[in-house]
């Protein structure tokens, strides 16, 4: 089991690696060979119907946690009733999502009818009966794969992700090449999430004998239940009002060409948002142990700046990164079309650096169950960050949408947490500031010097330039941050860094 967990965290990894390669690789190829147009009725489909996930209602987790413990009591009766539990309900729920979805379906022309033609109509409809078919059938059979976390079957789940991911584009590019639209890459997305779900259920009944049956438990259990699923919902709701929006209220508003532009941003923004999670999943689970054996509010504010500090590292490179190259990269990956996508990625990330900075925070939180503050906060801000996204999309379009939206992250993850870890929690917030704001020169002096060498010289947009580019801003951010931003302890882990990569190359040599 040990090799499990070991392997399995590996294999995250490793598929937060392909979702980024296929990102970077497939949708540069996708883009121009659908076209801007057909791109956004893609993405703004895709984008609507992605609204019927949230009816798993935080369940998934649920499942994790409720079979997880039930097994360490042993008593497979139980188990099995609690499975027939989760099925039921996941079985109603996908009944729910083909009756919304239906609806959705029949109320396509009265949505987009100002801003979509007759075609594009007909073929969001097809593409429309297609995902809501594969969102209902989704939610029985991913139970499946919520029991396989519950019994740490970590490799395989994570196999298969890896290879659901990379299917689909193979799959779907000799059909593009061929001269197939947006509603051929949603017809092989299905098979694809289908045949891997099934596969799923071959596992747990060959390998885990898993079995379901009818059980009868008592209000104060699905009480608990509910209640530790209402806010991972709530959590769910939020992230599609803020990353899911967007692209809905520019496909009534404006367009599929808008929508295409914003989908590029928020595609971005996901990549933007995976390489901060990546640092904190590893860091982060020190804070629970921390508050259950009783940590001070010293210790919690020193942690929280530790991790704060570290998180900036690695953001603010990618933030003054994409400020330097941003719009170049755009230019040579998505083409000229695109190049508005980026003051909209910009906007976005400013908008987003505290809530990434400060995701110690969520889990002091968490571990002091004290996330509902959190979830309610965000929530309001988000729905009115609805109304406001309306106004100014129709003003300035996709760039409307994401100034509405980082105002919402900075006044709901700043102001208004901010306040509350220093009021109610304890955390010294202006000390974690001052920490902040100390590493920030180096990111100004980056900026200063490359637009002055940039006044005198310029050079034409190619990859080999981006290439350079990108090598030497890094090796002067490095230098700039190692000398000015960091402190004694950030400096010995960057010399581990280098010392274990200096004896990786010379392992390598001696053979």
Known sequence: MKNQLKIGAILSYVNILAGLIVGLGYTPIMIRLLGQSEFGLYSLIGSLVAYLSVLDMGLGNTIVRYVSRNRAVGDKRSESELNGLFLAVYSVIGLITLIVGSILYFNVDNMFGATLSVDQIERAKVMMILLIFNIAISFPL????????????????????????????????????????????????????????????????????????????????????????????????????????GQ???????????????????????????????????????????????????????????????????????????FLVGKEFIYLWAGENYLSAYPMILILMVGLLIALVQNAGIAILQAMNLNRYRMTAYTIVAVINIFTSIILAKMYGGLGCAISTAVALLISTGLIMNRYYHKHIGIDIPLFWKNIVYMMPSAFILIVLVESFQMNVSLKYSWLYFVIKVVIYTLIYIILMYFIGMNSYEKILCKSVFYKIKNILYKDKSF
């Not at 890459?185 to 747990?204: G, M, S």
């Not at 885990?208 to 806010?231: P, T």
């Not at 948002?273 to 990546?278: H, K, R, V, W």
């Not at 919690?300 to 990164?321: A, D, F």
Request: net charge positive; aromatic share 18%; hydrophobic share 55%.
């Open 142 to 245: 991913s139970v499946f794969a919520s029991l396989m976390q519950a019994y740490e079957r970590f490799i395989f789940l994570r196999i298969f992700n890896i290879i659901s991911v990379l299917l689909k584009p193979i799959i779907a590019l000799p059909f593009l090449f061929m001269g197939y639209g947006a509603v051929t890459l949603v017809v092989t997305a299905t098979i694809v999430n289908i045949a891997c779900l099934l596969t799923n259920v071959y596992y747990c009944f060959k390998y885990l004998d898993i079995y379901f049956s009818k059980g009868h438990f008592e209000k104060a259990f699905l009480y608990e239940i509910s209640g530790y699923a209402f806010f991972i919902f709530l959590n769910a709701i939020m992230d599609k009002i803020y990353w899911g929006t």
């Open 248 to 322: 809905f209220i520019l496909g009534i508003v404006s367009g599929t060409i808008q929508v295409a532009i914003y989908a590029i941003a928020m595609q971005f923004m996901g990549m933007y948002m995976q390489f901060s999670n990546a640092i904190s999943g590893v860091l982060l689970p020190k804070v629970t142990i921390m508050v259950a054996n009783g940590a001070t509010k010293i210790e919690l504010t020193n942690l929280m700046i530790k991790i704060g500090r570290l998180q900036y590292i690695v953001i603010g490179y990618i933030l003054v990164m994409f």
